[in-house]
């Protein structure tokens, strides 16, 4: 229990954790949607993985990340307070308004790929 609450102690996680709520992701759809640098978003996805928070499946090249029913089921009271209080907090709001910018425009790990700081700028929130 100590290393999941330890997990759950970092915000940047928790910011994973939030827009993992709504889609199964790529590392680069992570970086890209919360801005943060690919080492960082690999670190802590490597850290919620270990202690069973979220899954992996691999997709021609690249790997997706999602929660995972084990850790959704072991405890629906927890995961919906999670989500509670993801939709509290401006910070997880907006990241979550950069997710749906990111959905609207029919982004993919190719298009990253291929211009990311097109994709970017694209869905800046505060646009």
Do not use: P
């Not at 949607?33 to 690999?42: D, H, K």
């Not at 629906?76 to 749906?100: A, C």
Request: aromatic fraction near 10%.
């Amino acid at each position: 229990m100590f290393e999941l609450f330890k997990a759950l102690g970092d915000e940047n996680r928790l910011r994973i954790l939030n827009i993992l709520i709504s889609s199964k992701l790529c590392v680069c759809e992570i970086e890209v949607i919360l801005e943060m640098t690919q080492s960082n978003v690999s670190r802590h996805l490597s850290k919620l993985k270990k202690v069973g928070i979220i899954s992996s499946s691999k997709e021609a090249q690249w790997v997706h990340y999602e929660i995972s029913d084990k850790f959704i089921n072991n405890d629906v009271l927890f995961f919906s307070y999670l989500k509670k209080k993801f939709t509290e907090d401006d910070l997880f709001l907006n990241d979550l308004k950069r997710y749906i910018k990111y959905k609207e425009h029919n982004m993919n790990c190719q298009r990253i790929a291929d211009d990311k700081e097109e994709v970017s700028n694209l869905i800046k929130w505060g646009d």
